[in-house]
């Protein structure tokens, strides 16, 4: 029964997608990476929300919550802020340019050689960490609430290769051959089928732990471990409370503002307006994330009296012990397509760089957009191989998933972030002050925390990156600034009209963040 559900809801996922981009041209650039321009925002706010809400965050958020409790929510909460930031603030300038990668735009901001050096970046990023990441925690769900291991008569690792590459495969279709639309699609019905099911899941497990009650079973939680529901961490938790105004801050602007991963989506959009609904739309329903990823990692922690070895498997167990029999193949379906949608998602997004600034630039200057195209997917798909190959060696990480990402993670948003901002909010800092600041910064943040190890949270160590990379670009172009004010050119690809909205729904937002952390202090 299980796996005919997941078989039938993973193969309508399919055939809808299908259907709705067979029209689209996806032999020009815009078709492909773009989706046309011609997303709207219900679909963008979809395709974010799934995008980031894949198995590395539900896996790995849940497993740090059983271990420490609520205060990972941060990662959560705190996006909704800076959601509302980039659609004030960055999608505008964004959309006015009319690019399609991040790295576009710091070409015509600082010049090719800082697009090239941030296109690596954002390529050695994905390879490295994020679509390793992906398969790795997807493939452990999947083995986990299927019995995969025993059923294959292979180990836990052993079994990790065939269903790492059996996602990687399948990803590698949807993203190379159908382009921003086809994931974009899939990933809003894919999206509705997550939040209807990962909501299910801490409500079955609170009527599993208050025998029937949803109060009661959150009484025995608050009752029995008070501790897990301070949002307030300690100076040696994961998440102490200063770096939410250090380091959480650079992952989360960074994130949701420069991700070319996550941003492309907005990039699609048909307009400004559609772009700021969408991204309004996905923050709201950020907030409500801990419901989700953080709590039935507590939950584990109780039906399972905290006895699991690996905290990365908390919520799959959690999944398998209270979800009736005839949901687990739905859910693991949606599951499924949350796996996907992460791991195409960067890996369209590394075919767009490649693509469009490095073969486009450096390789066939002269290429066709179908060449573009065609030479993207080539690369996607030896991007695809090396990263099926490096996840199964991610089996049992010190630390746990999540925290292994946003510690690699850190390498390259901290300067990619700060290039961006110093890009638009000035005029006169120069490409060498950017080139500099990138390289500074990712041997720094490399050197001080494998080598150095210091004894403070990566974030910290982020944040105060940040700050010094930002100086270090201001005083280079105090000292030898442009040799021309940067100004930048409306090309009118979009309607650039703001939502009217936009701002006050923003307020509502952060507010409604902001009394979280009261009420949870």
Known sequence: MGIASFIGFT???????????????ETSSDGYFLGGRSLTGPVIAGSLLLTNLSTEQIVGMNGIAYSEGILIMAYEVLAAIAMVFTALVLLPRYLKGGIATIPQFLEKRYGKSTKTLVSLLFLGGYAISMLPTVLYSGALAINTMFDLPEAMGLGEEGALWVTVWGIGIIGSIYAIFGGLKA???SDSINAIGLIIGGSLIPIFGLLYVGDGSLTTGMNVLTTNFPEKFD???????????????????IVNFYYWGTNQAIIQRALGAKNLREGQIGLSLAAFVKILGPFIVVLPGIIAFQIFNGELTNADQA???????????????????????AILSSFNSALNSSVTLF????????????????????????????????????????????????NYLQELNGSYSV??????LVG?????????????GIVFAVVTYLVTLYIVKPDISFLHVMGILFVLVVLLMFVI????????????????????????????????????????YVYFS
């Not at 004010?485 to 963040?513: H, L, N, R």
């Open 477 to 516: 172009g105090k000292f030898w600034p442009r040799e021309s004010a940067y100004v930048q050119v409306y090309t009118e690809q979009v309607d650039i009209t703001p939502w009217k909205f936009a701002k006050p729904v923003g307020f509502v937002i952060c507010s409604i963040v902001v009394g979280m």
């Open 231 to 249: 949002i307030l961490g300690g100076p040696d938790s994961s998440v102490p409370f200063w770096t939410l105004f250090t380091g959480m801050v």
């Open 355 to 402: 693509g469009l600034d490095f073969y486009k630039e450096y390789i066939n200057r002269d290429a066709t957009e179908k060449q573009v195209v065609k030479a993207g997917k080539i690369f996607g798909m030896f991007l695809a191989i090396i990263s099926m190959v490096i996840a199964p060696l991610l089996f049992g990480v010190e630390g746990g998933i999540f």
């Open 415 to 420: 300067p990619i972030l700060a290039i961006i």
């Open 315 to 337: 919520y799959p167990m959690v999944v398998k012990k209270v979800l009736p029999t005839a949901f687990i193949g739905f859910f693991a379906a949606v599951l499924f397509g």
């Open 11 to 25: 193969l309508l996922v399919a055939i809808i997608a299908y259907l709705a981009t067979r029209k689209t041209d």
């Open 183 to 185: 994931v974009a699609v």
């Open 424 to 436: 638009y909010l000035t005029k006169k800092v120069p490409g060498i002050a950017a080139n500099i």
